[in-house]
Structure formats: structure tokens, C-alpha cells
């Protein structure tokens, strides 16, 4: 398929141990019945407050936790939980995390850890050293003052460089990044940025992109999914969402955008509060407590996916919004 990634009803639960002694343990829905398909080489933005699962789903596509049910192939591969479908699938997606010190062993050089993976994967050490010096000139990282340098001896920025550089010297085909440019300088940010546009041009990349700043998500995606308690509430192309957000929830993300062109500003009050807990979430739509438009029927029935436009824009709401509408 021309799929880079296809998942299909994706769900995992986790058991909270309770502090009172013989309490039954609680259980999170942390990403309830997901479903999305990304074509190769396109960038999928995936946003949504802390809490609403966007980590979960990245460490599910990773491998990194096991699914309860569903569904994953990722570059025509099978996820499975059999150690060499994890090897098969581990080479081909790599991540990128906001923690730029996570990834890297604060005892090896730069230059060792952009060798270590190729050479787990019986790359030669003359040939890993050279992709480690190809890889760090291309993200601006002069080899021959970066290569020795250890993990703290650079700035953040540039740790997140090293690491782009570590993600790609395994020659993925999916690059996932977990709020990766949220902890850098804006000035950084957009550096950064504009280099993961250029590699994933070069290298032919599909990039799953995990930030709650829905300025940089316009910026760098193809196609956007927006998340609500593990759930999935709107996705489309990312014109089509942020031009007519179908969601109230959307709605409200997008009205709280700092620098959001006041021609696109939608008339939605910014979102308040925290989202309810995952451990109990609400029956029926569960934006329903925070919902400025719920009625009595939001209580009972799930609002499922349906079409919001015929260029796959889909809304999971039992109203029906259009975009600029008398909301
Ligand atoms: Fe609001 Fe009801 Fe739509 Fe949920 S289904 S977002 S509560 S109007
Ligand atoms: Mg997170």
C-alpha cells in the first residue's frame, strides 16, 4: 500500500493501583478505538492537551508498549509483539522526544552515539563513523567541532540536532516527534523546523508530529488529528481543519492560538479548565462536560467519525458545524 502508516481500531488501557488497601485498581482509557491512515512522505500533526493520549499513541506505534487490540503497519510491515517483528518494524520508525538528554548517553561522545545504533545493527565502524559525520554536517552540526563533544557540552538546540541526526543514521522510513521543538528557543524552533522539512523532502520521510502548539503543527503538517481523552475528535487536511473546524473542541483550540490570523479566528471561546480525568471520562461525547453546545442526547450516545467535507475532513460530533457557522 501507499500507506506509510495504517491503524486501524487501536485501544490500550492501563491499570491505576489504587492507594487505598483493597481497592480494586482503576482502569485509563488512554487511547480508546483510533483508526487513521497516513500516505508516505506526508506529515501528520496530532494535537490535543496533555492527558488525551498523543504520548501513549506514539509509544503504541513505536513498539514501546503493547496494544490491547488493533491494529498497526507501519511501512507495509506488521507491528507484532514477536521480538523480530519489533526489529523489523524498530528500524523503520524512529522518535524524537522533548527531552533532548533522553535519547543520549550522557557517556558517550556525539559522534558514539550517532554510531551506536548502525553498529548494533552490524554496520562496519568505518562506514557508521562516516554516516555520523555525513549526518551531523547536514544538521548543521560541523563535524569536526561537534564530533567529540559529549551531550552537555552543547546547547539545546543542537542536542535536538544530535538527536534528529541519531534518528536518522538507521535510514527510518517514519520519524515520530513527541513535542520535540516545544522546549526550544522560537527562533531555535523555526530552524529546526525548516531543517525537518528539507530531510524529509531529502530522505523521503513520513513524519508523525506530536505538539500542543497548534502554530507549529499548521506549520510543518500535511494532515492533522486532534485528540480528546484518547480520543480521536476531528482530523483532515490541515487547510481544511484550522479554516473550518467542524469540532467545539477544535473550535476552542484554535481560538486560543496566540498568532492566529484574525481572518481565520474562530468566534469560539478559548477552552478553560482541565480536561476531566481519563480514569472515569464521561458517558456518551466526552467533550461534553467542557462543551458550550452539549445537549441532553451528548450524554447518551458516542459521536462516531463521519465525513466534514469530501476531502477526508471527519468530525466526531452529534451536531452538525460548519465551518464559520453561527456556533
Ligand atoms: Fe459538544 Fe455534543 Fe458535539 Fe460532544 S457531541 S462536542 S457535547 S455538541
Ligand atoms: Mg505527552
Do not use: W
Not at 502508516?5 to 482502569?27: I, S
Not at 552537555?152 to 520535540?180: C, T, Y
Not at 467542557?290 to 462516531?304: D, K, T, W
Amino acid at each position: 500500500s501507499t500507506y506509510a502508516v495504517d491503524v486501524a481500531g487501536l485501544r490500550k488501557q492501563f491499570y491505576v493501583r489504587q492507594k487505598r488497601l483493597g481497592a480494586r485498581p482503576q482502569v485509563v482509557h488512554a487511547v480508546s478505538d483510533i483508526s487513521f491512515k497516513l500516505q508516505s512522505g506526508q506529515t501528520l500533526g496530532i494535537v490535543g492537551e496533555s492527558g488525551c493520549g498523543k504520548s501513549t499513541l506514539a509509544r503504541l506505534l513505536m513498539g514501546l508498549i503493547e496494544a490491547d487490540d488493533g491494529s498497526v503497519l507501519l511501512a507495509g510491515q506488521v507491528l507484532g509483539s514477536r521480538p523480530e517483528q519489533l526489529a523489523a518494524v524498530r528500524r523503520k520508525v524512529q522518535m524524537v522526544f522533548q527531552d533532548s538528554f533522553a535519547s543520549l548517553n550522557p557517556r558517550l561522545s556525539i559522534e558514539a552515539s550517532l554510531m551506536f545504533g548502525p553498529q548494533v545493527h552490524g554496520v562496519s565502524r568505518t562506514e557508521a563513523r562516516q554516516t555520523a559525520h555525513e549526518l551531523l554536517a547536514r544538521v548543521g552540526l560541523e563535524p569536526a567541532r561537534f564530533a567529540g563533544r559529549y551531550p552537555h557540552e552543547v546547547s539545546g538546540g543542537q542536542r535536538q540536532r544530535v538527536n534528529i541526526a541519531r534518528a536518522l543514521a538507521l535510514k527510518p522510513e517514519i520519524v515520530i516527534f513527541d513535542e520535540a521543538v516545544s522546549a526550544l528557543d522560537k527562533s531555535v524552533e523555526l530552524q529546526v523546523l525548516n531543517l525537518l522539512l528539507d530531510l524529509k523532502a531529502e530522505f523521503g520521510l513520513t513524519y508523525l508530529f506530536i505538539s500542543h502548539d497548534l502554530n507549529v503543527v499548521q506549520y510543518i503538517s500535511d494532515e492533522v488529528m486532534v485528540m480528546y481523552l484518547g480520543k480521536v475528535v476531528e482530523m483532515g487536511p490541515v487547510e481544511s481543519v484550522y479554516a473550518h473546524p467542524a469540532h467545539p473542541y477544535t473550535r476552542a483550540l484554535l481560538a486560543s492560538m496566540p498568532s492566529m490570523d484574525p481572518r481565520q479566528r474562530t468566534q469560539a471561546a478559548p477552552i478553560v479548565g482541565d480536561p476531566p480525568s481519563p480514569i472515569d471520562p464521561p458517558s456518551g461525547c466526552r467533550f461534553r462536560t467542557r462543551c458550550p453546545h452539549a445537549v441532553a442526547a451528548c450524554a447518551e450516545g458516542e459521536p462516531l467519525l463521519r465525513a466534514a467535507g469530501s476531502d477526508g475532513h471527519r468530525v466526531a460530533c452529534h451536531l452538525t458545524l460548519t465551518g464559520g457557522g453561527a456556533l
